[in-house]
């Protein structure tokens, strides 16, 4: 043991999050102790409230602290048309591009058999129970442009084919492997106005 306990602690909940190896999480560790204790204490009560307030809409699956979320509840919205992605990070992404003016459905992952995910795993339930309640004219699928992106688009409009709704799959303006939620605001701009339908 090099480090006393509390800091042993700490590190070790810095190398649970993504891209954080040892050396830099006993990096981030050691900076914390030289913080002012204000900081510590807002920047701990953040972490605790953001776990604690927030939620998935009940509509979309979106991470908000009001149920239905700020989008699903804007009636000035074109619920006509949603659009269906992979994570939080991508409503964020598509709305700071300010383009977009439907609603969103988040699936929280993508079908992956090599990782034993299938339908049931994701969002697709309340997809389809939305679908049959509200007046949906389109769908525009927006997974990300890898294997498991291309398959969950392939079976959500297997499913929805029959029911006549405009399907649609966003451009390869993306690049393919990609991200959405990297992706920068002209490139996803051009991808949403570019998109095929199915
Ligand atoms: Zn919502």
């Known amino acids: ?104 459905h988040v699936l929280h992952g993508t079908i992956s058999p090599m990782e034993g995910i299938g339908p049931e795993d994701i969002n697709v339930s309340t997809l389809i129970e939305r679908l049959k309640d509200e007046q949906v004219e389109e769908l525009i699928l927006a997974t990300n442009p890898n294997v498991e992106g291309e398959a969950t688009a392939m079976y959500i409009s297997r499913l929805v084919k029959p029911s006549g709704i405009r399907l649609s799959r966003i451009a390869h303006g993306l690049p393919v492997g990609g991200d959405l939620e990297y992706a920068d605001e002209v490139t996803l701009s051009k991808a949403l106005e570019g998109r095929r339908d199915l």
């Open 1 to 104: 043991m090099y480090y006393p306990e509390p800091i042993t602690k700490l590190i070790d909940s810095f190398t649970k999050l993504p891209g954080i190896g040892p050396k830099t999480a006993a990096r981030l560790a050691f900076f914390v102790l030289e913080m002012e204790e204000d900081d510590v204490l807002d920047f701990a009560k953040s972490l605790v409230n953001a776990k604690r307030e927030l939620t998935h809409c009940s509509t979309c699956g979106h991470i908000t602290d009001q149920d239905p979320c700020s989008i699903c509840s804007d009636e000035s919205r074109d619920g006509t048309v949603i659009c269906v992605v992979q994570d939080p990070k991508d409503v964020i992404a598509m709305e700071k591009m300010k383009d977009f003016q439907g609603k969103y």
